[in-house]
């Protein structure tokens, strides 16, 4: 079955709900509920699934009569538009997730274009399923990151009213077993994340309902790490709430009763590998060993999700963790203060393959470094590229 790509709870296969697509609008506090800055909707009417006629009564075309409109789907928990033969094709929704200035936007316009490179090594296609996706990852992602080669912007938060959307971004991944695949991706505010009061609202319920979420940890917060590199790097912000902080508020969205894949992400390793310049420490050693799981990508060969190379990144991300002063992380992903322990892994990724200059992209280009293995593991579950 389909899931909402907004909300991603599972479509009822007994029941639609028709929206008026034209005609006087007013405040829908459900679907403002869900989204964000405020919606409007129209009059809506529900279709139920009739075992006698075999039919949804009413039909669409009574429904459009009686409203006097054309109607369109939409999703009968958050009110969100269903794109045509939504409900025909399968869906794997991920949800990115971290605290500000982790590179969750980043990650996004990269893995956009590394799925579609590895797509062409499996003889797929990966491309946006609607002119929306389309025109939102041209302008928003692709044209400042690989043409103006300018860092992205923060994603708007929920209570924001900017441009920047907030609306999924969905992308066609072939087929399997003659069904098409979407991925639906939808990215979070670090600052809506650093909330308490987002816990338990409507908006965050889409975390417990996704097929996987991804997390991500700036690993230059840890304070031994950024001692470790100092002089190496830049100078980096500091906020009030911690990475540990914004974990757990993340695994209470997703809650006790659902069980969606974590992928922990140690975020912009490529400031990790700088490790290796620090002679005569623990941490050269470590970052300098050629036969780490952390020292190589084999994300686009062809093939199945490397289940074993995915399981030694996690032993070994666990073991940084611990090293770097952050067992807490490890810790709070093992046992929830929720009570139910999800399907976790850890990663280790970098977007660009070498920190920024300023607010620009550096100098050597965009060189990803494992940034397909979290979508793999996710998209594994669903038969994908197996």
């Known amino acids: 079955m389909s899931k909402c790509p907004l909300c991603f709870?599972?479509?009822?296969?007994?029941?639609?709900?028709?929206?008026?697509?034209?005609?006087?609008?007013?405040?829908?506090e459900i679907a403002t509920g869900y989204y964000g800055p405020e919606r409007e909707g129209r009059p809506m009417i529900e279709s139920r699934w009739d075992r006698k006629?075999?039919?949804?009564?009413?039909?669409?075309?009574?429904?459009?009569?009686r409203l006097g409109t054309p109607v369109e789907e939409v999703c009968s928990q958050c009110h969100y538009p269903i794109p045509a033969g939504w409900r025909d094709s399968g869906t794997t929704c991920i949800a990115l997730a971290g605290a500000r200035e982790t590179g969750k936007t980043v990650y996004i316009a990269v893995l956009?274009?590394?799925?579609?490179?590895?797509?062409?090594?499996?003889?797929?296609?990966?491309?946006?399923?609607?002119?929306?996706?389309?025109?939102?990852?041209?302008?928003h992602y692709e044209k400042k990151l690989y043409q103006?080669?300018?860092?992205?912007?923060?994603?708007?938060?929920?209570?924001?009213d900017r441009v920047f959307p907030r609306d999924p971004l969905v992308f066609r991944l072939g087929h399997v077993g003659g069904r098409k695949q979407l991925l639906v991706i939808r990215d979070v505010a670090g600052e809506d994340l650093q909330m308490k009061d987002r816990t338990g609202t409507a908006w965050a319920e889409f975390f417990g309902h996704a097929d996987g979420v991804i997390h991500m940890f700036d690993p230059l917060k840890v304070p031994s790490v950024a001692h470790q590199l100092r002089g190496l790097i830049p100078p980096q912000e500091e906020h009030d709430v911690t990475p540990l902080?914004?974990?757990?508020?993340?695994?209470?969205?997703?809650?006790?009763?659902?069980?969606?894949?974590?992928?922990?992400?140690?975020?912009?390793?490529?400031?990790?590998?700088?490790?290796?310049?620090?002679?005569?420490?623990?941490?050269?050693?470590?970052?300098?060993?050629?036969?780490?799981?952390?020292?190589?990508?084999p994300g686009l060969?062809?093939?199945?999700?490397?289940?074993?190379?995915?399981?030694?990144?996690?032993?070994?991300?666990?073991?940084?963790?611990?090293?770097?002063?952050?067992?807490?992380?490890?810790?709070?992903?093992?046992?929830?203060?929720?009570?139910a322990r999800l399907p976790a892994r850890f990663f280790a990724v970098s977007a660009l393959g070498a920190l920024p200059s300023g607010q620009?992209?550096?100098?050597?280009?965009?060189?990803?470094?494992?940034?397909?293995?979290?979508?793999?593991?996710?998209l594994s579950g669903a038969g994908i590229w197996n």
């Not at 006629?53 to 009569?65: G, K, L, M, Y």
């Not at 002679?279 to 036969?291: F, L």
């Open 112 to 139: 956009v274009k590394t799925l579609q490179l590895f797509g062409e090594r499996m003889n797929c296609v990966v491309e946006p399923n609607d002119r929306r996706t389309a025109d939102t990852y041209r302008e």
């Open 301 to 339: 060969r062809p093939g199945s999700y490397d289940n074993d190379d995915g399981e030694l990144i996690d032993a070994e991300v666990r073991s940084l963790l611990s090293k770097c002063g952050a067992k807490s992380i490890v810790d709070a992903v093992d046992r929830p203060h929720t009570g």
């Open 245 to 297: 902080e914004v974990l757990q508020r993340v695994l209470a969205m997703i809650g006790p009763r659902h069980g969606p894949k974590v992928a922990v992400v140690l975020s912009k390793f490529d400031a990790l590998h700088e490790l290796r310049k620090v002679t005569g420490t623990e941490w050269h050693a470590i970052m300098e060993n050629p036969g780490a799981g952390f020292s190589r990508d």
């Open 360 to 378: 620009q992209v550096h100098a050597a280009g965009i060189s990803p470094f494992r940034c397909l293995d979290p979508t793999r593991w996710i």
């Open 148 to 160: 103006e080669r300018t860092l992205l912007p923060p994603t708007a938060s929920f209570e924001t």
């Open 53 to 65: 006629s075999n039919a949804f009564i009413p039909s669409r075309e009574v429904v459009s009569t």
């Open 9 to 28: 709870r599972t479509l009822p296969p007994d029941r639609l709900t028709w929206m008026a697509t034209s005609g006087e609008t007013r405040l829908d």
